[in-house]
């Protein structure tokens, strides 16, 4: 089994930063994709953004510019880093792992975490 462990949430004023960090762990032999998503109070969990196994990388418009996706490969750690934050920006984030296969020829999974909270105050 995989299990994705998010950690890095927390409170910060409106122009503040978090760094979020999500480490897959178990028995992983590839991960295509590893991302962030967002869901706030009564609205549906939302792309914040995607990095590939070969650093490609995707944003929500809303977030370019101000956050940044990286990724340590041999680690299977995904890195989300949050400049500039919003009071919009508040919800619960969590990691993704997009086509994991924990052996070679295996099928592929989707893994979620549980879940950080990062809450914006203006």
């Known amino acids: 089994q995989v299990q994705l462990v998010e950690s890095g949430g927390g409170l910060v004023q409106a122009g503040g930063s978090l760094r979020l960090s999500c480490a897959a762990s178990g028995t992983i032999f590839s991960i295509d994709a590893m991302g962030w998503f967002r869901q706030a109070p009564g609205k549906q969990r939302d792309l914040v953004a995607t990095i590939t196994n070969d650093g490609s990388t995707n944003y929500a418009d809303s977030v370019k510019g101000r956050f940044t996706i990286s990724r340590d490969n041999a680690k299977n750690t995904v890195y989300l880093q949050m400049n500039s934050l919003k009071p919009e920006d508040t919800a619960v984030y969590y990691c993704?792992?997009?086509?994991?296969?924990?052996?070679?020829?295996?099928?592929?999974?989707?893994?979620w975490g549980q879940g950080t909270q990062v809450t914006v105050s203006s």
């Open positions: 993704n792992a997009n086509g994991v296969r924990m052996r070679i020829y295996r099928p592929k999974s989707d893994y």
